[in-house]
């Protein structure tokens, strides 16, 4: 009978102790899920690269407090940076330089912009912009060029041709992304090989296609003129382009030249005079600036505009193909993120435009 009562005595015992270490065992899971609660990236973290295969995210202030240092490979995978601003203990200084103010740079910009904030940047915290204009005057980019320099900026960021080719010429080791600009190739500017501090998304200006829509739109179309800055070589490119697609197809290219917006409406009414029966713009800064000289001329002749910048259809073109601005803006600002962020340039592409609108004539 007493060995009974012991061997009941023990099974209560180990009973109560079996239920005492499963109640500490759930007591630490709930600590630790509480703490998860409170801050899931942190429990995540053990390196920067789980952080990024859970949830795409590399959070700055995490990976400082742990005195850690994300990869390269990290940080290209990456999607979203927070608290960019603990990976240098202060904003990054980020300096736009662009050779004119009009409606289609701003909205590059703005995409550019985009692409920041999306990323989970934070301007004035994480990044600022200086934002410099010639305001069309391109023998100013070169003392400008000199006055972003002396601020040494963490980036800079060129908005269109003439913009890129004075950076290019003055600047030689701060990173520099360039947007809204000509293929730097074909504009000669890498005189051996491209240098290792510059990237960006550069177009191809679709004006063999847009002379196939003027000649679809007009089937007995013969002449077509062009108006263009020859200052600027994104100009000159899409001048070439046009001049061997004419000969391919039979249609006469009638060119005029200008180099103030003032010469515009001019250039226009001469190229009517020697017949033109529509015009054709693209990839000049000078022409879309003065667009509305150009239009009144085609209005008061009745002929049509075919552009390679879509926006203006709003503004009075009749057809055009082209890229889309503001999406040109955020390719080009993810490449200054991931600058931001810590990937070397030479690792990030010169690539095209990825967004193209065509709009057909009537429509």
Same mark, same amino acid.
């Given at each position: 009978?007493?060995?009974? $009562?012991?061997?009941?005595?023990?099974?209560?015992?180990?009973?109560?102790?079996?239920?005492?270490? +499963?109640?500490?065992?759930?007591?630490?899971?709930?600590?630790?899920?509480?703490?998860?609660?409170?801050?899931?990236?942190?429990?995540?973290?053990?390196?920067?690269?789980?952080?990024?295969?859970?949830?795409?995210?590399?959070?700055?202030?995490?990976?400082?407090?742990?005195?850690?240092?994300?990869?390269?490979?990290?940080?290209?995978? *990456?999607?979203? !940076?927070?608290?960019?601003?603990?990976?240098?203990?202060?904003?990054?200084?980020?300096?736009?330089?662009?050779?004119?103010?009009?409606?289609?740079?701003?909205?590059?910009?703005?995409?550019?912009?985009?692409?920041?904030?999306?990323?989970? +940047?934070?301007?004035?915290?994480?990044?600022?912009?200086?934002?410099?204009? *010639?305001?069309?005057?391109?023998?100013?980019?070169?003392?400008? @060029?000199?006055?972003?320099?002396?601020?040494?900026?963490?980036?800079?960021?060129?908005?269109?041709?003439?913009?890129?080719?004075?950076?290019?010429?003055?600047?030689?080791?701060?990173?520099?992304?360039?947007?809204?600009?000509?293929?730097? /190739?074909?504009?000669?500017? !890498?005189?051996?090989?491209?240098?290792?501090?510059?990237?960006?998304?550069?177009?191809?200006?679709?004006?063999?296609?847009?002379?196939? @829509?003027?000649?679809?739109?007009?089937?007995?179309?013969?002449?077509?003129?062009?108006? /263009?800055?020859?200052?600027q070589i994104n100009s000159l490119i899409s001048v070439e382009?046009?001049?061997a697609s004419g000969k391919e197809h039979h249609i006469q290219?009638?060119?005029?030249?200008?180099?103030?917006?003032?010469?515009?409406?001019?250039?226009?009414?001469?190229?009517?005079?020697?017949?033109?029966?529509? !015009?054709?713009?693209?990839?000049?800064?000078?022409? /879309?600036?003065?667009?509305? *000289?150009?239009?009144?001329?085609?209005?008061?002749?009745? $002929?049509?505009?075919?552009?390679?910048?879509?926006?203006?259809?709003?503004?009075?073109?009749?057809?055009?193909?082209?890229?889309?601005?503001?999406?040109?803006?955020?390719?080009?600002?993810?490449?200054?993120? @991931?600058?931001?962020?810590?990937?070397?340039?030479?690792?990030?592409?010169?690539?095209?435009?990825?967004?193209?609108?065509?709009?057909?004539p009537g429509k």
């Amino acid at each position: 009978m007493k060995n009974l $009562i012991r061997d009941l005595w023990l099974v209560v015992v180990l009973i109560a102790g079996a239920s005492a270490l +499963l109640l500490l065992s759930d007591l630490d899971r709930l600590k630790k899920d509480d703490a998860s609660a409170i801050n899931p990236l942190q429990n995540a973290v053990q390196n920067s690269d789980d952080l990024l295969r859970d949830n795409k995210v590399i959070d700055f202030a995490i990976l400082k407090e742990k005195d850690q240092k994300p990869s390269v490979a990290s940080l290209m995978q *990456a999607e979203r !940076f927070l608290n960019l601003s603990a990976r240098n203990s202060r904003a990054a200084r980020i300096a736009l330089v662009t050779l004119v103010d009009n409606h289609l740079l701003e909205t590059a910009i703005s995409g550019a912009e985009a692409a920041l904030n999306e990323s989970g +940047l934070i301007s004035g915290k994480d990044y600022t912009i200086k934002k410099y204009s *010639a305001q069309g005057e391109m023998g100013q980019l070169p003392q400008i @060029m000199d006055a972003v320099l002396l601020e040494k900026p963490d980036v800079i960021v060129t908005v269109t041709t003439p913009a890129l080719i004075a950076a290019s010429r003055k600047n030689k080791s701060i990173p520099l992304v360039f947007t809204v600009a000509s293929d730097p /190739y074909k504009l000669n500017i !890498f005189k051996e090989k491209r240098p290792d501090y510059i990237c960006g998304v550069h177009d191809n200006p679709p004006v063999d296609q847009l002379l196939k @829509m003027a000649s679809k739109f007009d089937s007995d179309l013969k002449k077509v003129g062009i108006i /263009y800055d020859a200052a600027q070589i994104n100009s000159l490119i899409s001048v070439e382009k046009l001049r061997a697609s004419g000969k391919e197809h039979h249609i006469q290219i009638l060119e005029a030249t200008a180099s103030t917006v003032s010469d515009l409406g001019v250039a226009a009414q001469a190229l009517i005079q020697r017949g033109a029966e529509a !015009f054709i713009l693209s990839a000049d800064n000078l022409a /879309y600036t003065g667009f509305p *000289a150009i239009l009144k001329a085609a209005k008061g002749a009745n $002929i049509p505009i075919y552009v390679t910048e879509p926006e203006y259809i709003s503004k009075g073109a009749s057809g055009g193909i082209g890229d889309d601005y503001y999406q040109w803006g955020k390719q080009s600002g993810k490449l200054v993120v @991931m600058i931001l962020a810590g990937v070397p340039p030479s690792l990030l592409p010169i690539e095209k435009t990825k967004s193209q609108k065509i709009i057909e004539p009537g429509k």
